[in-house]
């Protein structure tokens, strides 16, 4: 139920972390995959070649870069019957030291840049009889974190959009999910964190036990974990399954868990 032979998918903020691995698997599962980022990686070349990916530069905050991304998927490619909005950018700070311009570039590319890749892509997802969608969300976005609040916000609305979404368009068979992921490891979001700490691996062993099961395990989840979530939601195997928010993260935000 996941062979996805014949069918165009887009994946944006698909060059690296969780967007590469999503593209990489669902072209292993026989999609014909395009993928639009900021800063594509020469790296990915050969890998994405093999796989028959097309890798283009997409800013999502650009509406008309959006739309060129899946005019261009349609015109290569085909029907679109695919879509997961996957980039996305990170906000540590409190809301006094958070900037007009800080709050533009966080939710421009967490929010808006998915209601563009949605706006364009309905009309091309309802003629082909329906479609699936993946909005690549957080946890941040099903409970309060105190360090970055503005980040949390810009997930919370994703998540809005998406039960909205998944509501409008039931009779359209377009089926509207996101991810709930965090902290994943080998990421650009995680790496810019790492980057920039003093301490490299107590801030990996700070991730890991912040969720429960990842303490149990001794380890992050990774982007192929995420990857293998969005095959789920974007296959027939969940043909009636839309508006949910699959949390992908250790069972941090299930709460306070038991003392060790």
């Not at 999609?31 to 990916?53: C, H, M, Q, W, Y």
């Not at 699936?132 to 969300?137: D, H």
């Amino acid at each position: 139920m996941t062979d996805l032979k014949n069918r165009v998918a887009v994946v944006t903020g698909g060059s690296s972390g969780i967007g590469r691995a999503t593209a990489k698997l669902l072209a292993r599962h026989g999609a014909r995959v395009f993928t639009g980022d900021l800063k594509p990686r020469p790296e990915n070349a050969e890998s994405f070649a093999e796989l028959g990916i097309t890798e283009l530069i997409c800013d999502v905050r650009s509406e008309a870069q959006v739309h060129a991304l899946v005019e261009r998927a349609v015109a290569d490619g085909g029907t679109l019957q695919i879509l997961v909005s996957n980039a996305g950018v990170d906000l540590e700070g409190q809301v006094p030291d958070v900037s007009e311009a800080q709050w533009d570039a966080c939710l421009d590319t967490n929010l808006k840049g998915s209601f563009f890749v949605a706006k364009h892509s309905i009309p091309h997802l309802r003629a082909a009889g329906g479609g699936a969608v993946v909005f690549t969300s957080s946890n941040a976005g099903l409970l309060p974190r105190a360090h970055d609040p503005v980040y949390c916000v810009s997930k919370a609305a994703l998540n809005a959009l998406s039960t909205s979404l998944a509501l409008c368009h039931a009779r359209d068979r377009i089926r509207f999910n996101t991810v709930c992921p965090g902290p994943v490891a080998d990421t650009g979001l995680i790496e810019e964190s790492l980057a920039a700490a003093a301490n490299r691996a107590a801030l990996v062993q700070e991730f890991i036990e912040a969720s429960p099961l990842a303490r149990a395990f001794g380890r992050m989840v990774t982007p192929d974990e995420v990857a293998e979530a969005i095959l789920y939601l974007v296959s027939d195997a969940a043909a009636l399954v839309t508006g949910t928010a699959l949390r992908i993260d250790g069972g941090k935000s299930l709460g306070v868990p038991p003392r060790a």
